[in-house]
Structure formats: structure tokens, C-alpha cells
């Protein structure tokens, strides 16, 4: 695993929880996760779409207004298909996280 991501990974963390009192630490697939409400909207993905945010972006989004270049469907599962609800943005789009973060964060808001 890449360190560099796991470190900017916490960076968003720390932001996250600064920003808004209502957002929790927790796991989603063995992995460290934030939460809102109970509910998992943003992960550090490292199996299943790569190293990276996996994000809860919701089946309907155009992910194209994200601005990423470089982002795929969580497919945790050899053999299901793809999740559509989740994205994994990787490390090209690294910059982009906490704006992501930030769309999720609103959207879980909104389906609590």
C-alpha cells in the first residue's frame, strides 16, 4: 500500500471531522471510513477498484461533474458486478478527494 495516499487518506480525515461535528470515524470492508448518521459515505479503498477514496456518489450522479480523469466502480466482488452506488478515485485525482468527500457528505446528508 502506498503510504503517501494512506497519510493524505488521514489529512481528510482530521478535515472532515473538523468541518462537521456530525461525522464519525468507523470501517467499511476492512477499511478505515468516514461516516454520517451511521452511514458509511467515504472509504480508503485498497482492493476492489484499486488504491484510493471510495466514495458514495449514488447510482443516478454524473460523475463527470466531479472534474476526475481517473476513477472506476467499486467491484469488491469477483462474481458480482460492479457497485454502481461507489466509485474508487485513484491516486491521479488525489487533489480531488476532499471535493468528493464534500459531494458525499451532502448527499448521505440528504438520505438521513
Same mark, same amino acid.
Request: with cysteine; proline share 3%.
Given at each position: 500500500?502506498?503510504?503517501?495516499?494512506?497519510?493524505?487518506?488521514?489529512?481528510?480525515?482530521?478535515?472532515?471531522?473538523?468541518?462537521?461535528?456530525?461525522?464519525?470515524?468507523?470501517?467499511?470492508?476492512?477499511?478505515?471510513?468516514?461516516?454520517?448518521?451511521?452511514?458509511?459515505?467515504?472509504?480508503?479503498?485498497? $482492493?476492489?477498484?484499486?488504491?484510493?477514496?471510495?466514495?458514495? @456518489?449514488?447510482? +443516478? /450522479? &454524473?460523475?463527470?461533474?466531479?472534474?476526475?480523469?481517473?476513477?472506476?466502480?467499486?467491484?469488491?466482488? $469477483?462474481?458480482?458486478?460492479?457497485?454502481?452506488?461507489?466509485? @474508487?478515485?485513484? +491516486? /491521479? &485525482?488525489?487533489?480531488?478527494?476532499?471535493?468528493?468527500?464534500?459531494?458525499?457528505?451532502?448527499?448521505?446528508?440528504?438520505?438521513?
Amino acid at each position: 500500500m502506498d503510504d503517501r495516499l494512506k497519510t493524505e487518506w488521514y489529512k481528510l480525515v482530521r478535515a472532515m471531522m473538523a468541518a462537521h461535528s456530525d461525522i464519525e470515524s468507523g470501517r467499511m470492508m476492512s477499511a478505515d471510513a468516514l461516516l454520517c448518521r451511521g452511514k458509511v459515505f467515504v472509504f480508503f479503498s485498497t $482492493k476492489g477498484g484499486g488504491i484510493g477514496l471510495g466514495a458514495r @456518489v449514488g447510482r +443516478e /450522479a &454524473d460523475v463527470s461533474m466531479l472534474g476526475l480523469s481517473h476513477w472506476q466502480h467499486l467491484a469488491p466482488f $469477483k462474481t458480482k458486478p460492479p457497485m454502481k452506488d461507489w466509485i @474508487v478515485v485513484g +491516486e /491521479a &485525482d488525489q487533489a480531488q478527494w476532499r471535493k468528493v468527500a464534500d459531494h458525499c457528505y451532502k448527499k448521505a446528508l440528504k438520505r438521513t
